[in-house]
C-alpha cells in the first residue's frame, strides 16, 4: 500500500475514533443532563406536592404545622421546627413542631445556625441545634425569605437513617423554605380578618350604651381565666376571639328590646335567647374562625348543669359544653353583674359577683373555670 493510501487510511480511521469519542462525549453529557432532570423532576414533584397538600390554609398555625409535618414526612427526618422572627427581632417564636411535640409560641433565642442564618446572606446552615433541652448534633437551617428579608427560619433535624444531609437534601429544603411568601400572605389575611372582627364587635357594642366595651371586657376576663387555666397559646387566642363575638347574633335584636329598661315579657325575651343561634349562623360558613370560636358563641349561655340556652336537643351539659363556652359563661355574667344595665342599674361589687359564682357553680358555672377566674382576680 502507499504511503498516500495509509495516510489516507490512517485520517479516515482517527476522524472515525475522534468521531465515536465525541458521541461517548455527547452520549455522556446528555446521560448526566438527563439525570439532572429527572432529579430536578422529582424535586419539583416533590415541592408541589407539599404547596398542594397546604394549598388554601389560611390559618398561620394548621399552616405551619401541615409543612412541618409534610416536610419532615418527605425528607424523612426526625424533627421539623418553623419560628417566626418576633416584633423586636431578637428571638423567635415557635409556631410548629414535628416530631417532637413542643408548645407553640414557646421563645427561642436568636443564638447558633439561627443567628448565623439570619445574620448573613447563607442560603442554609447546618450543625448542632438545641431547643427546650432536645439537642439534635446534625441540623439543617434555612431562611423563610420574603421580599429578600427573613422573616424567621425552618430547620430540619437528624436523617432518620443516620446520614448527613445530601445536596439534594439541601436543595430541596432550601425550596421548601420559599413557601415564606405564603407564609406572609396567610399573616397579612389573619391581620384583615382581625380587622374585620372588631369591626364586627363595634357594630355589637354601638346597639346600646350599657354595652360599650362588653365584649372588649368579656374577652379580657376569659384570656385571664385560660391563661390561668394554662392552656395553649391557639387555644388562648380562640377563647378570645370566641369572646369578642359571642354577642353576635344581637345584631338580629331590635334595639328596643336590648335597651328596654325594665323586664322583658315572654315574647321578647324568646327574641333576645335567639341571639346564640343567629350569631353562629351568621359566622359558621366563615372558614377563618375555627370550631371552638363557633362554639363559643353557640353554647355560651348553656348552664353546667344543661339548662339554659339554646336547646338543640344535643343534651349537652358538664364537660361536654366546649371550653370555650364555659369560660365565657363565667366572664360574661362577671361582665354583666358588675356593670349598669337597663334590668339592674345597680351594679354589684367584685366581692358580691364573686360569690355570686361560687354560689352558682356546678349548677350555671363550671367550678375549674370559677376557680381560676378568683385566682385570676386576686380576690
Given at each position: 500500500?502507499?504511503?498516500?493510501?495509509?495516510?489516507?487510511?490512517?485520517?479516515?480511521?482517527?476522524?472515525?475514533?475522534?468521531?465515536?469519542?465525541?458521541?461517548?462525549f455527547?452520549?455522556?453529557?446528555?446521560?448526566?443532563?438527563?439525570?439532572?432532570?429527572?432529579?430536578?423532576?422529582?424535586?419539583?414533584?416533590?415541592?408541589?406536592?407539599?404547596?398542594?397538600?397546604?394549598?388554601?390554609?389560611?390559618?398561620?398555625?394548621?399552616?405551619?404545622?401541615?409543612?412541618?409535618?409534610?416536610?419532615?414526612?418527605?425528607?424523612?427526618?426526625?424533627?421539623?421546627?418553623?419560628m417566626?422572627?418576633?416584633?423586636?427581632?431578637?428571638?423567635?417564636?415557635?409556631?410548629a413542631?414535628?416530631?417532637?411535640?413542643?408548645?407553640?409560641?414557646?421563645?427561642?433565642?436568636?443564638?447558633g445556625?439561627?443567628?448565623?442564618?439570619?445574620?448573613?446572606?447563607?442560603?442554609?446552615?447546618?450543625?448542632?441545634?438545641?431547643?427546650?433541652?432536645?439537642?439534635?448534633?446534625?441540623?439543617?437551617?434555612?431562611?423563610?425569605?420574603?421580599?429578600?428579608?427573613?422573616?424567621g427560619v425552618?430547620?430540619?433535624?437528624?436523617?432518620?437513617?443516620?446520614?448527613?444531609?445530601?445536596?439534594?437534601?439541601?436543595?430541596?429544603?432550601?425550596?421548601?423554605?420559599?413557601?415564606?411568601?405564603?407564609?406572609?400572605?396567610?399573616?397579612?389575611?389573619?391581620?384583615?380578618?382581625?380587622?374585620?372582627?372588631?369591626?364586627?364587635?363595634?357594630?355589637?357594642?354601638?346597639?346600646?350604651e350599657y354595652?360599650?366595651?362588653?365584649?372588649?371586657?368579656?374577652?379580657?376576663?376569659?384570656?385571664?381565666?385560660?391563661?390561668?387555666?394554662?392552656?395553649?397559646?391557639?387555644?388562648?387566642?380562640?377563647?378570645?376571639?370566641?369572646?369578642?363575638?359571642?354577642?353576635?347574633?344581637?345584631?338580629?335584636?331590635?334595639?328596643?328590646?336590648?335597651?328596654?329598661?325594665?323586664c322583658?315579657?315572654?315574647?321578647?325575651?324568646?327574641?333576645?335567647?335567639?341571639?346564640p343561634?343567629?350569631?353562629?349562623?351568621?359566622i359558621?360558613?366563615?372558614?377563618?374562625?375555627?370550631?371552638?370560636?363557633?362554639?363559643?358563641?353557640?353554647?355560651?349561655?348553656?348552664?353546667?348543669?344543661?339548662?339554659?340556652?339554646?336547646?338543640?336537643?344535643?343534651?349537652?351539659?358538664?364537660?361536654?359544653?366546649?371550653?370555650?363556652?364555659?369560660?365565657?359563661?363565667?366572664?360574661?355574667?362577671?361582665?354583666?353583674?358588675?356593670?349598669?344595665?337597663?334590668?339592674?342599674?345597680?351594679?354589684?361589687?367584685?366581692?358580691?359577683a364573686?360569690?355570686?359564682?361560687e354560689?352558682?357553680?356546678?349548677?350555671?358555672?363550671?367550678?375549674?373555670?370559677?376557680?381560676?377566674?378568683?385566682?385570676?382576680?386576686?380576690?
Open positions: 500500500m502507499s504511503k498516500t493510501n495509509i495516510k489516507k487510511t490512517l485520517s479516515i480511521k482517527l476522524k472515525r475514533v475522534n468521531a465515536e469519542a465525541e458521541i461517548e455527547l452520549h455522556s453529557i446528555i446521560e448526566d443532563m438527563s439525570r439532572k432532570l429527572r432529579g430536578r423532576d422529582a424535586e419539583l414533584e416533590l415541592l408541589y406536592k407539599i404547596i398542594e397538600d397546604i394549598a388554601g390554609e389560611i390559618d398561620i398555625e394548621r399552616f405551619a404545622t401541615k409543612i412541618t409535618e409534610k416536610t419532615r414526612k418527605r425528607l424523612e427526618v426526625k424533627a421539623v421546627f418553623s417566626l422572627l418576633d416584633e423586636k427581632g431578637r428571638n423567635l417564636d415557635l409556631i413542631s414535628s416530631g417532637v411535640k413542643l408548645r407553640k409560641g414557646i421563645k427561642i433565642p436568636k443564638d445556625i439561627i443567628k448565623d442564618v439570619l445574620d448573613s446572606s447563607l442560603l442554609f446552615r447546618t450543625g448542632r441545634f438545641t431547643i427546650e433541652g432536645f439537642s439534635f448534633d446534625s441540623s439543617l437551617c434555612v431562611p423563610l425569605i420574603v421580599q429578600k428579608r427573613a422573616i425552618i430547620i430540619a433535624c437528624c436523617k432518620s437513617s443516620g446520614r448527613d444531609f445530601s445536596d439534594w437534601d439541601i436543595r430541596m429544603f432550601s425550596n421548601i423554605a420559599l413557601v415564606g411568601n405564603i407564609i406572609k400572605y396567610a399573616i397579612d389575611l389573619q391581620k384583615v380578618h382581625l380587622q374585620t372582627l372588631n369591626v364586627l364587635v363595634k357594630n355589637i357594642e354601638a346597639k346600646s354595652t360599650k366595651k362588653h365584649s372588649e371586657n368579656v374577652a379580657r376576663y376569659a384570656v385571664r381565666i385560660a391563661k390561668k387555666m394554662k392552656l395553649e397559646e391557639k387555644m388562648v387566642q380562640e377563647i378570645r376571639q370566641a369572646a369578642l363575638l359571642h354577642d353576635i347574633g344581637k345584631i338580629g335584636v331590635s334595639d328596643v328590646i336590648i335597651n328596654k329598661p325594665c322583658l315579657c315572654k315574647e321578647e325575651r324568646e327574641n333576645v335567647n335567639k341571639h343561634e343567629i350569631g353562629y349562623e351568621n359558621k360558613g366563615l372558614d377563618f374562625i375555627g370550631e371552638e370560636v363557633k362554639n363559643g358563641i353557640l353554647y355560651h349561655h348553656i348552664d353546667f348543669n344543661g339548662g339554659g340556652y339554646p336547646s338543640d336537643g344535643n343534651a349537652k351539659s358538664g364537660k361536654n359544653i366546649s371550653l370555650s363556652a364555659r369560660i365565657i359563661r363565667v366572664a360574661d355574667s362577671y361582665e354583666a353583674m358588675t356593670s349598669k344595665r337597663p334590668y339592674h342599674p345597680q351594679k354589684k361589687s367584685k366581692k358580691e364573686i360569690k355570686d359564682l354560689d352558682n357553680k356546678d349548677t350555671l358555672y363550671d367550678p375549674d373555670v370559677v376557680e381560676s377566674f378568683v385566682k385570676a382576680l386576686n380576690l
